[in-house]
Nanobody, 120 residues
Framework: QVQLVESGGGLVQPGGSLRLSCTAS????????MSWYRQVPGNQRELVAGITSDDGTNYGDSVKGRFTISRDNAKNTVYLQMNSLKPEDTAVYYC??????????????WGQGTQVTVSS
């Protein structure tokens, strides 16, 4: 089994910064793509940023130029650096990863989510 655990959420003032982390553990053989999504109650989950196994990145239009996704393969960890935060960035942020396990099966896993609140 594989687990994804997010951390780094919290309350921040508009214009501030936060860095989210997501670490995969368990029966991990290789992590392929990793992504961050966010969801506001009543809305669909939306893509924030994604990173491929060869470090290709893509971003949602609303966060381009403000957020940066990166990964540390040695630590099985993906990061989301969030700068110039706005109240509309308030959401639960979820990490997801395509993981190949030690049993050579590949599937997507999701973390439990971490709350980010941007408010003065």
């Amino acid at each position: 089994q594989v687990q994804l655990v997010e951390s780094g959420g919290g309350l921040v003032q508009p214009g501030g910064s936060l860095r989210l982390s997501c670490t995969a553990s368990g029966s991990v053989w290789r992590i392929n793509s990793m992504s961050w999504y966010r969801q506001v109650p009543g809305n669909q989950r939306e893509l924030v940023a994604g990173i491929t196994s060869d470090d290709g990145t893509n971003y949602g239009d609303s966060v381009k130029g403000r957020f940066t996704i990166s990964r540390d393969n040695a630590k099985n960890t993906v990061y989301l650096q969030m700068n110039s935060l706005k109240p509309e960035d308030t959401a639960v942020y979820y990490c997801t990863a395509s993981v190949t396990s030690i049993y050579i099966t590949t599937r997507d896993y999701w973390g439990q989510g971490t709350q980010v609140t941007v408010s003065s």
